[in-house]
């Protein structure tokens, strides 16, 4: 069985500071794709990133970074310079393998608060 | 023009009532799933079904039925209400291992 564990509840930061969200996963799968989403106080999910088991490489897209790590099971993400806008809660996803549809285990989320 | 669009958005209703949740996704994807986010933001799957096919029915009481009349629709069907299944609501659609659009969710709040 897969699972996905966000060992931070809630995290507050004060605005401009770096911050990284952790994510362990657990699965048996080879091939499996890890997700970020946020959900801000609008209620809305929001895709943020995918990334599949083969793809080591980290990314970053504007302040947004993940630090994808096989060997550890670590797929956190770090948020550079924080806003007040980036206050939401994010869950990270894990999708097991399969016939071209996909079940997605999300953990139980954090809550981060951007202080202004 | 949205993606996965949820009807109602809120819905609030008597303990014992049967309800109905709609969701129609316009981007041409194969599969949709609903998923239940409770007071926690616990997010659960509920059900996914491919071109109408259902694929995925986790225990989830059977007060719930999903329909699903063609791969672009999935509607849920609550029968007999409990204050238990207050809660949000999502669906969503996906194609492949592409990740899942979500639909922007119905909170549920039963009385």
């Known amino acids: 069985a897969q699972k996905v564990t966000q060992a931070q509840t809630e995290i507050s930061v004060v605005e401009k500071e770096d911050v990284t969200l952790d994510c362990v996963y657990e699965?048996?799968?080879?091939?499996?794709?890890l997700f970020w989403y946020k959900q801000p106080p609008s209620g809305e999910l929001v895709f943020l990133i995918r990334?599949?088991?083969?793809?080591?490489q980290n990314e970053i897209s504007g302040r947004y970074s993940w630090n994808f790590q096989k060997s550890t099971s670590s797929f956190n993400f770090t948020i550079t310079a924080s806003q007040v806008v980036d206050s939401a809660v994010y869950f990270c996803?894990?999708?097991?393998?399969?016939?071209?549809?996909?079940?997605?285990?999300f953990g139980i989320g954090t809550k981060l608060q951007v202080i202004p | 023009d949205t993606a996965v669009s949820q009807t109602p958005k809120y819905l609030v209703t008597q303990m014992g009532n049967d309800k109905s949740i709609k969701c129609e996704q316009n981007?041409?994807?194969?599969?949709m799933y609903w998923y239940k986010q409770d007071s926690k933001k616990f997010l659960k799957i509920m059900f996914s079904?491919?071109?109408?096919?259902?694929?995925i029915n986790e225990t989830v009481p059977n007060r719930f039925s999903p329909k699903s009349p063609d791969k672009a629709h999935l509607n849920l069907h609550i029968n007999s209400l409990e204050l238990g299944d207050s809660a949000v609501y999502f669906c969503?659609?996906?194609?492949?291992?592409?990740?899942?659009?979500f639909g922007s969710g119905t909170r549920l709040t039963v009385v």
């Open positions: 969503a659609s996906s194609q492949d291992r592409n990740g899942y659009t």
């Open positions: 699965t048996r799968d080879t091939t499996y794709y």
């Open positions: 990334r599949n088991s083969f793809d080591e």
């Open positions: 996803a894990l999708s097991e393998a399969g016939r071209g549809y996909q079940k997605v285990t």
């Open positions: 981007l041409g994807h194969d599969t």
């Open positions: 079904y491919n071109n109408k096919e259902l694929i």
